[in-house]
Structures are given as structure tokens and as C-alpha cells.
């Protein structure tokens, strides 16, 4: 076959070929051409350089963040228990002061003339309670939170509109706890000062009654010391116990003598834990002035959280008879259930 025919041949062949075979012709030719153009740059390039050895380098295994031990963060390991205190020996007696919080004027002539051995006992129901507790705190005195209690005749004197007592289920009482608890940050204990019994009713308090166990093992739990009058008992660990109801509002001779009462008690070995019920200008000056000569006379005043470690642990024979605490009034705007 001649070149012409061969020429002749081919035209014919794309001329019978169909537009998508044309397509595809056109398409092995451009792909042809492309890989001999980039053998051809390759070639004139020369090899590639060889890489560089790989360096293996040791990464450091990641570190926890560090977190500070507060309440959220807890220690891993616990701290251990602070050691116990040594037993309180010699005279010595212990003073609770009712009524503090409710006259600003009084509640700062307290904290200038007392002894930081003198704790405080407040009221859920009085506001700013804990910028008052922080105060106290910082002049060193224990503070405790006298628990609004019905009495055996509830219609007649009420505790509040967050009492415990008759009347309650004991999920109410446990509502009710809670509430006066969330009150008072910083307290160390809970005063249970039944109020007096009103005449002719013969009702126990409410420390003396089964529904007071369920509340006093609740107070346990949250590490808080628990205050009953005269020989009632919580039965538990940090168990404290008033021997008198100290009453200050009365002239300063009959207040003079039952304070040396209650320094002679003590320096006969006999328990001794006096609770307020009110804060009176004469009362307050006799109290600091008490309080200043006890050293003298051979008596030791500590905080009542020391009472604990006492080594005198019975009431005093002329006192058999529980010692009822009246609670104070209730402030006007909050005397009424909310």
C-alpha cells in the first residue's frame, strides 16, 4: 500500500469515527503527550536529593493541671485529727450570753468589755446574721444558734414561723433545721433551750420528747455541738449541757450575788454553764466586771466548748430540777408566720 493510500485509509477512519471516539482520540493524545513533556523536565532536573535521617525526639508525658485543695478540690490524703484537747481541771465555769444581735448599741459595748472565753447564742431570725457571726468571730468568741423550740402550749407563745416542735412532722422539723441552719454560717453549736413551761401545763419540752433524738443526731452530723438544759441529754459525743439561767435584767446588788454564787460553785468543783437570756446595760457592766476579777478569785473562765473535757460532769445537788432557758422576743417585723 502506497503513503497515499495509507493517507487515504486514515481520513476515512476519522471520518467514519463517531464524535465521542473523536473526543477520546483527542484525549490519549494530550495524556501522551503530557507524560513525555514531564519525563523530558525530569530528565534534565536530575535525581531528587535524599531526605534527611529522621530525628526521634521524646516527648514529655503531659501534666495535669495542678488544683488547689478547697472545699470543691479536696486533699487526696486527709489531714489528720487535730489531737484532743486536755481535760479542763481546777475551778472553772463557762458563760453563754443570750439576747446578742438585737441592740446594735449593746451588741457593741459586748464585744469591746467581754472576754473572748464569753460565747455569743443568736437568733435565726435576726438579719444581717452573718456579717454579725463574722464580727464576733474575729474577737474570738464562739457563737451558737439558739433553735426557735414550741413549748408545750405552742398558741400561746410562739417560737416563730420556723419552729420546731409540737405540732411538726418530723419532716418539717428536719425543713425547719435547715432553714435556721442556713442562717447562721459560722456557728460551733445549737442551743435546744426549751422556754418556760407555762403554769399549769405539765407537757415536757421538746428536748425531752421523742422527736428531739432524730433532730439532735441531724446537728451531730453536720459536726455541730448540741445545748440542752439542766440534766436532759442528747446522748451524743459533743454533748453540752447549761446549769443556769442567768438573768441580767435585774438591779446590779442582786446581780453581784448571783455571780458569786456561781464563782463559789465553781471553786467548789461543781459544773457550771450560765446562759443569758437578755443583754441589759447594767447587766453587760456587771458581767465584764465579773468577769475580770474571776482570775483573782481562782476561777478559770473558758468557752463552753470547753465544757466538753470538764472534769466536772454532774449538776450541782441544789439544782436537780431542769433549767428551762427562756428564749428572747422575736423581733416586731418577724414575730409573725411568713
Known amino acids: ?64 493541671p495542678a488544683v488547689a485543695h478547697s472545699a470543691a478540690h479536696p486533699a487526696s490524703t486527709p489531714l489528720p485529727p487535730a489531737a484532743p484537747l486536755p481535760p479542763i481541771t481546777g475551778p472553772h465555769l463557762a458563760l453563754l450570753l443570750g439576747g446578742f444581735g438585737y ?16 460565747a455569743f447564742l443568736v437568733s435565726p431570725y435576726l438579719p444581717g446574721l452573718p456579717a454579725l457571726i463574722a464580727q464576733a468571730r474575729r474577737n474570738g468568741h464562739e457563737l451558737y444558734l439558739n433553735l426557735p423550740v414550741q413549748g408545750p402550749a405552742p398558741d400561746e407563745r410562739s417560737a416563730g414561723p420556723h419552729a420546731l416542735g409540737y405540732g411538726n412532722t418530723a419532716d418539717q422539723d428536719m425543713t425547719a433545721l435547715d432553714w435556721s441552719l442556713g442562717r447562721a454560717p459560722g456557728i460551733i453549736g445549737i442551743s435546744v433551750a426549751d422556754p418556760l413551761p407555762h403554769e399549769g ?40 449541757r447549761a446549769s443556769d439561767s442567768l438573768n ?12 458569786a454564787a456561781l464563782s463559789r460553785r465553781a471553786l467548789n468543783g461543781e459544773y457550771v454553764l450560765a446562759v443569758t437570756s437578755t443583754v441589759t446595760p447594767t447587766g453587760l457592766e456587771r458581767l465584764a466586771a465579773w468577769c475580770d476579777g474571776l482570775k483573782s478569785a481562782g476561777v478559770t473562765l473558758v468557752a463552753p466548748s470547753r465544757m466538753l473535757t470538764s472534769d466536772t460532769r454532774t ?22 408566720p411568713s
Request: glycine content about 6%; charged content about 15%.
Open 248 to 259: 441580767l435584767d435585774t438591779d446590779a446588788a442582786s446581780l453581784d450575788a448571783t455571780l
Open 201 to 240: 401545763v405539765a407537757a415536757p419540752g421538746f428536748a425531752a420528747t421523742p422527736d428531739f433524738p432524730p433532730v439532735a443526731r441531724a446537728i451531730d452530723r453536720k459536726g455541730l455541738m448540741v445545748l440542752v438544759n439542766g440534766p436532759e441529754r442528747s446522748g451524743l459525743p459533743r454533748d453540752l
Open 103 to 118: 441592740s446594735e448599741r449593746l451588741t457593741a459595748a459586748a464585744l469591746a468589755t467581754l472576754p473572748p472565753q464569753v
Open 1 to 64: 500500500m502506497s503513503i497515499t493510500d495509507a493517507s487515504r485509509t486514515q481520513a476515512s477512519f476519522r471520518e467514519r469515527l463517531p464524535v465521542a471516539g473523536k473526543a477520546l482520540l483527542v484525549f490519549w493524545v494530550v495524556i501522551g503527550l503530557s507524560v513525555a513533556g514531564t519525563a523530558g523536565v525530569l530528565a534534565w532536573l536530575g535525581p531528587l536529593p535524599k531526605a534527611p535521617p529522621t530525628r526521634h525526639v521524646a516527648v514529655p508525658a503531659p501534666v495535669k
Open 315 to 336: 449538776l450541782p445537788p441544789s439544782s436537780p430540777e431542769p433549767i428551762f432557758v427562756p428564749s428572747p422576743p422575736l423581733p416586731p417585723t418577724l414575730d409573725q
